[in-house]
């Protein structure tokens, strides 16, 4: 009996290690208001991609992306409000120089010049949603808060 509770005990112990090293070695979202900040006015598309490690989508690639959204939650998460923005005042809109970085969370939208530099950028957090059939996984996730 004392053998079979060390071995279960030794497994417990391998099992908790595993699943602390995993949660603490997962890649961390890049799309946090901390990266925004790193975002200058003038920087050039590489040097975003390079902050937000991958590139932006397009304005066709964030529609597929919602309705992809649709299909699995039921809706698109939107905006909580809160919102950051800079410069305040928008600057002429051309939805083809416009890229967006999105996370479960947060979503980072910059504006670019026909020459690739930055001339607005802006920052929202995303309402968290739950999918249509959540899994164990996804509550326990949500549970988690990740």
Not at 130 to 146: A, E, H, K, M, Y
Request: hydrophobic residues 40%.
């Amino acid at each position: 009996m004392k053998r079979k509770l060390k071995w279960l005990a030794i497994v417990l112990a391998v099992s908790l290690l595993g699943f602390g090293t995993a949660f603490l070695l997962s890649p961390r979202d890049r799309i946090t208001a901390e990266s925004w900040k790193q975002i200058q006015i003038g920087m050039s598309e590489k040097e975003v991609e390079g902050v937000l490690g991958e590139p932006g989508l397009n304005w066709v690639q964030v529609h597929e992306a919602e309705l992809e959204y649709s299909e699995t939650f039921g809706k698109v998460p939107r905006g909580t409000g809160i919102f950051f923005w800079e410069p305040e005042n928008p600057v002429d809109f051309h939805p083809e120089a416009m890229k967006t970085w999105k996370s479960k969370h947060r979503c980072i939208e910059i504006q670019f010049d026909w020459q690739g530099h930055v001339i607005r950028k802006g920052y929202y957090e995303l309402q968290r949603l739950q999918p249509l059939n959540p899994t164990f996984l996804d509550r326990f996730r949500d549970w988690l808060g990740l």
